[in-house]
């Protein structure tokens, strides 16, 4: 059980951004957590918004995940990306003023080996439709990370009142 968890940086947007970047991670911690309650501009009810890190863009990142909406259930696997994606974010057909809650967890993000991550997500739009995914993911890289990046898909915003924290923890 982690003994310490300490906020490293936060976010919450007063505009719209395509973006949010958290860069020059500290190497103090064992693990991270990035927790955020997210909505952006684009026209569905239940979209999803990508995750980098290190500014890579190579076909480094690979996920499974399960998802369900209240009346069914599915999975699917991608390999071999330029970004995780699949990360629930509600759009603008949603209820106003609701946001998804999103937790990504990046163990051993200082390792020399490749990173796993485990990312939970739910959309609540106050309507019919619900949207829940659980995402199991890889990088390869072995670099330790120092930088993540969340951005929407195409030219899409993230609205204001988007927070972004960004914790570590240590375990000793």
Do not use: C
């Amino acid at each position: 059980m982690a003994n310490t968890y300490t906020l490293i940086a936060s976010n919450t947007l007063s505009t719209t951004a395509a973006s949010v970047t958290f860069s020059s991670i500290p190497s103090t911690y064992t693990d991270l957590v990035l927790r955020m309650s997210a909505r952006n501009d684009r026209a569905v009810t239940n979209g999803t918004l990508n995750l980098t890190i290190n500014n890579l863009s190579t076909s480094i990142y690979s996920w499974t995940f399960l998802q369900g909406n209240g009346s069914a259930a599915s999975s699917n696997r991608n390999s071999a990306t330029t970004f995780l994606s699949d990360i629930p974010l509600v759009g603008s057909s949603a209820t106003s003023n609701t946001f998804s809650s999103i937790e990504i967890y990046l163990p051993s993000y200082l390792a020399s080996q490749n990173k796993p991550v485990g990312i939970f997500g739910v959309n609540e739009t106050n309507a019919t439709a619900i949207e829940m995914k659980a995402n199991a993911g890889l990088i390869q890289s072995t670099a330790a990370i120092d930088r993540i990046d969340i951005s929407n898909t195409s030219t899409f915003q993230f609205v204001s009142g988007s927070s972004f924290f960004l914790y570590g923890i240590k375990n000793s």
